[in-house]
Structures are given as structure tokens and as C-alpha cells.
């Protein structure tokens, strides 16, 4: 069973998906939400990638249709992990206690300065840097017309 913040995670995702927004925008709800844990504590992370990467493994599993990574943006393995989260989704079974606790508890061991300003900051550039230009510059325009004004 989800806890109340997945769940959480999942209504705004929902939301998202209502007002027509793509499932890299539902899923950044988990990311979000992973980040939170993080920085309470609940638990740690090696790096902000695989803090993000957990947000993503989350979203999969709770139904946002986000594809596997492309050949060559990530390995194998990487990609193999992603279509069995999509495939979960559409099975509802609670995963095992044994290896749930194992891998909270490893979680636990790791720091949790992975999800600091600095860090996010760090990924948020280096995956920048490997796009194009005009991929980034494509996005940016997209961004400020797309941005929710106040009002």
C-alpha cells in the first residue's frame, strides 16, 4: 500500500494528466515527492540520479505513461527496469517484505545531501549540457508560454 505522500504524489499527477500535460510534467510529481523524503530524512540516496530515478520508478508503477529511455541514453539494464515498472502498473501486487525492507534499509544508509540545492542544480546542468542548443532553447520558449500566470 502507497503512503499518504505517494498518494498525494498521485492526485496531482492525475491532475496534471487532466489539464493535458505530458508524463515527464506528471511524473516530476514523484521526483518531487522523492526529493521531500529525501530531504526529511526518510530515507537517503547514493546520488540526485538515482533519487530521481526512484521518483520515475515510482510514477511508472502508479500508472503515468512515461516511456523506457531511449538505446542510447541509458543502459540496458536501465531500460529493462523501466518497461517492468510500465508492466507493473497493470498489476496490483505488494511487493515483498523481505526485499522491501532490504531496500529500505539500504536507502537509509546512504546521504541525503543528494537532494541539496547544489546538487539538483548539478544534474539539472550536466543533463542540459547533453542536449542541443536549440533542443534547449525549444524548450525554454515552451516553458515561458506554457508557464501558469497569476492572476
Excluded: C
Excluded at 540520479?49 to 516511456?67: C, P, T
Excluded at 501486487?93 to 526485499?99: A, G
Excluded at 546521504?111 to 547544489?118: D, K, L, P, T, V
Amino acid at each position: 500500500m502507497p503512503d499518504k505522500d505517494d498518494q498525494e504524489a498521485l492526485k496531482r499527477a492525475h491532475e496534471d494528466k487532466r489539464e493535458g500535460k505530458s508524463p515527464s510534467t506528471q511524473a516530476g510529481e514523484f521526483v518531487h515527492e522523492e526529493m521531500d523524503h529525501v530531504r526529511k530524512g526518510k530515507h537517503g540516496a547514493r546520488s540526485t540520479k538515482q533519487a530521481i530515478a526512484i521518483g520515475l520508478s515510482k510514477a511508472r508503477r502508479a500508472g503515468v505513461h512515461l516511456k523506457a529511455p531511449k538505446r542510447g541514453a541509458a543502459s540496458a539494464a536501465t531500460r529493462k527496469k523501466a518497461r517492468q515498472d510500465s508492466r507493473r502498473s497493470h498489476r496490483k501486487s505488494s511487493p515483498s517484505r523481505t526485499r522491501s525492507r532490504a531496500t529500505s534499509k539500504a536507502l537509509r544508509r546512504e546521504g541525503h545531501s543528494a537532494a541539496s540545492r547544489a546538487s539538483l542544480s548539478r544534474q539539472a546542468r550536466s543533463s542540459a549540457r547533453r542536449r542541443s542548443a536549440t533542443a534547449r532553447s525549444r524548450s525554454a520558449k515552451k516553458a515561458a508560454r506554457t508557464r501558469k500566470r497569476e492572476s
